[in-house]
């Protein structure tokens, strides 16, 4: 066993219950998580990520930027079929500043050519509705041209990309919310 002597020191209590230094009180073992005999409860040791994540979600930029790797990674995998990822969220970052853009929820990347990964020099930025619009023509005809064709429609340049601004984060087109 490598636990310290400190933290041996509170016994649990006789009706199984043990003691969680950040609580500061006495909770039942089930709050308590794995094999070992930790005086943090399960609340108290939340993994990492899941810190993280919870610090991303209440940040529309860092949470804008997270769905939009989340949307590269997806449809890299299931709808284009690249076995390797060509960008990160500090791609995309620069991707957006370049294009004086901030990222978001509304905004989604896809490849330029559909039969290329996606990379920096790869990318075309569209809203969520040209993203659903450009993989299900991929998925159908596996056509380049056409998708392109259907691409150069759909593409956003920074004056018309909705949603991107913090006051106008709902945005007014009714076709956004299907
Ligand atoms: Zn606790």
Redesign the pocket.
């Known amino acids: 066993m490598t636990q310290t002597s400190h933290q041996r020191s509170i016994p649990d209590h006789p009706s199984g219950c043990r003691w ?1 230094k ?2 500061e009180k006495f ?1 039942s073992l089930d709050r308590f998580p794995g094999r070992k005999r930790r005086h ?2 399960r ?2 040791r939340k993994p990492k990520i899941m810190i993280e994540r919870q610090k991303m979600f209440k940040d529309p930029s860092r949470l804008g930027l997270w769905r939009m790797w989340h949307y590269i990674y997806l449809d890299s995998k299931t709808v284009f079929g690249h076995e390797k990822l060509g960008i990160f969220q500090e791609h995309i970052k620069k991707i957006c500043l370049k294009n004086s853009i901030k990222p978001s929820v509304e905004l989604r990347i896809l490849p330029t050519d559909p039969r290329s990964p996606i990379t920096e020099d790869n990318i075309s930025l569209v809203d969520r509705i040209g993203r659903m619009v450009l993989t299900n023509t991929w998925k159908l005809t596996k056509n380049t041209e056409t998708y392109q064709t259907v691409l150069k429609q759909q593409v956003c340049h920074n004056s018309s990309v909705k949603g991107t601004s913090p006051e106008n984060e709902v945005s007014t087109n009714p076709q956004a919310n299907t």
Request: hydrophobic share 25%; glycine share 0%; proline share 0%.
């Open positions: 969680c950040k609580c909770l943090e409860c609340m108290h």
